[in-house]
T-cell receptor
Framework: GAVVSQHPSRVICKSGTSVKIECRSL??????MFWYRQFPKQSLMLMAT?????????EQGVEKDKFLINHASLTLSTLTVTSAHPEDSSFYIC????????????FGPGTRLTVL | DAKTTQPNSMESNEEEPVHLPCNHS???????IHWYRQLPSQGPEYVIH???SNVNNRMASLAIAEDRKSSTLILHRATLRDAAVYYC???????????FGKGTKLSVKP
């Protein structure tokens, strides 16, 4: 199956700093990528849908100015958590889908963000 | 979005079959039934999906009720590596984003 990578796998930062997380589709082109957040013992929550070459669509309650998404190419989307605070500590997961009617999504391994 | 209902947790013995149920009574005619699973500290992994007919692949089988209001994911021989949270998700024909519920946490005992 198709492979999606994320970098870094885990990051620890100080409060107030910004953190960039990369999501890459390694062996396919993804017109659409998704960003999820998962708090401990909870399910994944969709944050935003990222389309190559256009602005991301954010879910209700997700601040677009705090979580900057850039989908600059068909194989790369980035999520930047700006001015991170301890409450932003979470497991961030991206996924990418191939065009087609089954909409199977391929997920990255996730990035564990800890804000001190 | 049409909702799904799954048991919070299930237990199985290793090498025995496991049947994971999912109710989706408000499913629409164009909704596909998708199953994903998430192992601890990993991203979710696609398992199987179907529309009306039962489906089989190397990982599992999906049995879909005739009225499509419920489905069952079948793991034919559970292994310790199958311990994960299993999510049943409905996906419309033109909708690309997956909405995750709480899923079923499957424990496999040796």
């Amino acid at each position: 199956g198709a492979v999606v990578s994320q970098h870094p796998s885990r990051v620890i930062c100080k409060s107030g700093t910004s953190v960039k997380i990369e999501c890459r589709s390694l062996d396919f082109q993804a017109t659409t990528m998704f960003w999820y957040r998962q708090f401990p013992k909870q399910s994944l929550m969709l944050m935003a849908t990222s389309n190559e070459g256009s602005k991301a669509t954010y879910e209700q309650g997700v601040e677009k100015d705090k979580f900057l998404i850039n989908h600059a190419s068909l194989t790369l989307s980035t999520l930047t958590v700006t001015s991170a605070h301890p409450e932003d500590s979470s497991f961030y997961i991206c996924s990418a889908s191939l065009a087609g009617d089954n909409n199977e999504q391929f997920f990255g391994p996730g990035t564990r963000l800890t804000v001190l | 979005d049409a909702k799904t209902t799954q048991p919070n947790s299930m237990e199985s013995n290793e090498e025995e079959p496991v049947h994971l149920p999912c109710n989706h009574s408000t499913i629409s005619g164009t909704d596909y039934i998708h199953w994903y699973r998430q192992l601890p500290s990993q991203g979710p992994e696609y398992v199987i999906h179907g529309l009306t007919s039962n489906v089989n692949n190397r990982m599992a089988s999906l049995a879909i009720a005739e009225d499509r209001k419920s489905s069952t994911l079948i793991l034919h021989r559970a292994t310790l590596r199958d311990a994960a949270v299993y999510y049943c998700i409905l996906l419309g024909g033109s909708q690309g984003n997956l909405i995750f519920g709480k899923g079923t946490k499957l424990s496999v005992k040796p």
